[in-house]
DNA sequence: TTTGTAAACAGGAAAAACCCTATTTGAGAC
DNA sequence: GTCTCAAATAGGGTTTTTCCTGTTTACAAA
């Protein structure tokens, strides 16, 4: 296969390291080879705007500081929606990859892949379209499934200062007074909770406000 | 350069694009090539064992599952004290940092490390024995102010175990079991580390966990 | 005015967490 | 064997948390 006949790829990640060591593998696919690298949607803009050539993919790590992988695939699919992104990331995490298939990214693949197995992706992607792994389609089964369904769940005012107030080593008492409260009526945000989030004890609320974000460290 | 007097590298990586784009990545150096590669420390034993060929430095990913970065450095200084050990990760996490080195790390870097950067430092590993870059020797010249002095206090074992098993919904006498001690050792744990960490109940024990990197949400 | 309903509050009890002060056990030093 | 020291264990008491089942209060809709 000639230079020319080759597909070509933008990577855009922050860890310069990785970024040109991804280079270095795609370069030695026949098929495939790297037009530029940018180490966020920013610099994107920037490389997408002065280069003549646009890349047929993009390799978009979605954890970047500047301009996220979320924000540029948004960007990507109203700018150039013919440039296939495929989503990077070093985390599993469902709800994500779902934000991004939404955005418009046609692929997902976790930084653990085998190389063939990106070589493999590159291809279908360029072929059909999209590629999704196996992992990937599980999640959107999962995610069409209306159980699991983690609607995010929202809070009254007062169980949520509860909460928050949960997380630090107050008692229930200290907390009563605090926000002005029987104890009783702290008991009472306690059980809910306890329900609501299907957990056994405080330190059970402690994971759930961190998992979510509901308070900082 | 020949391949006979090239340096050798084996990278230990569980994420495989990582470690395989490295790979090609390092052995377009010309005076490094990759001997093997490892998913974590665990196979990094069984490659050491198997191979006559020693290399002379290990690239270690400090995130990793099974057997993680602190553990294999250490394993490492123990059983392969020649083997020159430099540390990658993607955070720029000083107590980390220094935790490492204390473990006899030769060298630490972040992956978003320019290329060359990686070349030189892999140069100057063989030639000095180590390397710091700025940004950790900065690190470590905070950690020798005695302001910030946060001696990292360190736990026994079971101690650890306990404090990363208390962070779960888990009762301590649940504890006990799965630690197959009695429940009264569990609260002697408890109160030896409610005392060492000046802290008043279970919540701060998680939240202490937490803001240590002792245990992933 | 009644009625409905959600939030606040209460009683009472069992379980778990917390606290302090010993005693036992096991491994290595002498 | 005895001594030593730390780790493991125990006893037993107090406080807090957890749980279940009510009642009161406030406020709005009918």
């Known amino acids: 296969m000639t230079d020319q006949n080759k597909y070509t790829l933008a990577i855009v990640d922050d860890h310069l390291l990785f970024g040109s060591s991804l280079e270095k593998l ?15 949607g920013i610099e994107l803009q920037k490389e997408l705007a002065n280069q003549s050539a646009i890349p047929d993919i993009i390799l978009l790590d979605y954890n970047m500081p500047v301009m996220n992988g979320y924000e540029t695939v948004k960007w990507l699919t109203e700018n150039h929606p013919k440039i296939k992104v495929l989503a990077l990331s070093v985390e599993d995490n469902e709800k994500i990859i779902l934000k991004m298939i939404r955005e418009g990214a046609k692929g997902y693949f976790l930084k653990d892949i085998h190389p063939d197995e990106l070589k493999d992706a590159l291809r279908i992607v360029m072929e059909k379209g ?6 990937v389609t599980a999640s959107m089964v999962n995610a069409l499934h209306p159980n699991s369904n983690d609607v995010p769940l929202k809070f009254k005012e007062n169980e949520l200062t509860f909460l928050q107030l949960a997380c630090s080593e107050m008692t229930y008492k200290e907390i009563a007074d605090v926000m002005n409260l029987s104890p009783k009526t702290i008991d009472g945000y306690r059980q809910e909770l306890f329900n609501k989030l299907r957990i056994k004890n405080r330190v059970g609320l402690v994971i759930y406000a961190l998992k979510n974000n509901l308070i900082e460290l």
Do not use: G, T
């Open 26 to 40: 795609i370069n030695s696919f026949d098929e495939f080879s790297v037009l530029f690298k940018a180490r966020n």
């Open 130 to 135: 999209y590629y999704y792994s196996e992992a």
